[in-house]
T-cell receptor, first 114, second 112 residues
């Protein structure tokens, strides 16, 4: 595997389900990110982990819970979601020390909440 | 307040018709400006990083330039396969305090 991978690629869940999204980066980066992308809206940064420490949480509802067990893996735990949470969820990674600093994205998980 | 604005929102060109996309920014302490290409339903694909005013980067039909207030993505003689949304992002701050802000993107459509 190379780059940034995400599983599953598609997910349909009911409002009472609990599911998790997984992201893995194979680039040796030290920061990982979760973004939400809804139709016709810009990327919304949800969470940032830098050097395995959560450094940003942009007023995201508590039904989204991130976990970063090490610098290569990132999870987004989902529970009691709402239909408006349906979107493309993107994971990215980058370097925050020493550069280069560009983010590399995974293919995304298309989430549909019914 | 830090801000990134892309224009136009959408651009339709004929194959071979050159044009430019704009990304204007207001950030304190720019450390880098990035351009991405995003196809529908996929993650953004990294294209270029520009670090300082006057810098230019090229890749095939794309050329990115940077001034102190804005960046341009010039597309020369585009082909239908260049159709995508092009995103611009700026990086400010250092280490765990670094912040990246994305623009809303320009949807580019190239007609054969």
């Amino acid at each position: 595997e190379t780059g940034v991978t995400q599983t599953p690629r598609h997910l349909v869940m009911g409002m009472t389900n609990k599911k998790s999204l997984k992201c893995e980066q194979h680039l040796g980066h030290n920061a990982m990110y979760w973004y939400k992308q809804s139709a016709k809206k810009p990327l919304e940064l949800m969470f940032v982990y830098s050097l395995e420490e959560r450094v940003e949480n942009n007023s995201v509802p508590s039904r989204f819970s991130p976990e970063c067990p090490n610098s290569s893996h990132l999870f987004l735990h989902l529970h009691t979601l709402q239909p408006e949470d349906s979107a493309l969820y993107l994971c990215a990674s980058s370097q925050v020390q020493g550069g280069p600093y560009e983010q590399y994205f995974g293919p995304g998980t298309r989430l549909t909440v019914t | 307040e830090d801000q990134v604005t892309q224009s136009p929102e959408a651009l339709r060109l004929q194959e071979g018709e050159s044009s430019s996309l704009n990304c204007s920014y207001t950030v304190s302490g720019l450390r880098g400006l990035f351009w991405y290409r995003q196809d529908p339903g996929k993650g953004p694909e990294f294209l270029f990083t520009l670090y300082s005013a006057g810098e230019e980067k090229e890749k095939e039909r794309l050329k990115a330039t940077l001034t102190k207030k804005e960046s341009f993505l010039h597309i020369t003689a585009p082909k239908p396969e260049d159709s995508a949304t092009y995103l611009c992002a700026v990086l400010s701050g250092y280490s765990s305090a670094s912040k990246i802000i994305f623009g809303s993107g320009t949807r580019l459509s190239i007609r054969p």
